[in-house]
């Protein structure tokens, strides 16, 4: 069979989206702020240059001071937690449309790039998915079991408790 020239027009969006809700990273984050269940928890990322840069070619040397909700947490805790934030995935196409109405907000302050904010909303969409709104646009849906598991992993690490990755 012959192959046309314009098969890729046939190619739907969502093949070739990159399927992680939104993936800064962590050098760009000043903080990420969620809301959820009625309370907004604050992680931040606080950066002082130790050393400056004296080539072209290097890159300061900085510090970072992870807190969360204003309390020092645990680096590779914080990380931890934001590769379970980051690495969420949409896993599927909205076929109707629902109010951006979230249950959960995930806003980013950011320290690089075009944009200095993004707010990343999960709105209820069916009994299994929640549609995801980024800068109140939505095309996408993602499952609530990857929030639930987000949820837990902040909880976790509000409370101290060791996270795995």
Known sequence: TETSNLA??????????????????????????????????????????????EKPEEKDEVESTYTMDGKKAEEDNFKKFYQA????????????????????????????????EMTIGFAPYDRDFYAVFANGVNVF?????????MLAKLDSLLKGEKLSD
């Open 141 to 149: 849906a993602l499952t609530r079991e990857q929030v639930n598991r």
């Open 8 to 53: 890729f027009m046939s190619t739907k969006p969502f093949d070739v989206v990159d399927r992680f809700v939104f993936i800064p990273s962590i050098e760009d984050v000043q903080q990420v702020a969620i809301t959820a269940h009625g309370a907004t928890h604050v992680l931040a990322i606080a950066r002082k240059v130790t050393k400056k840069a």
């Open 85 to 116: 934030l980051i690495g969420m995935t949409v896993e599927g196409e909205v076929r109707h449309p629902v109010p951006d109405a979230p249950d959960v907000i995930v806003r980013y302050t950011l320290t690089k790039g075009p944009m200095k």
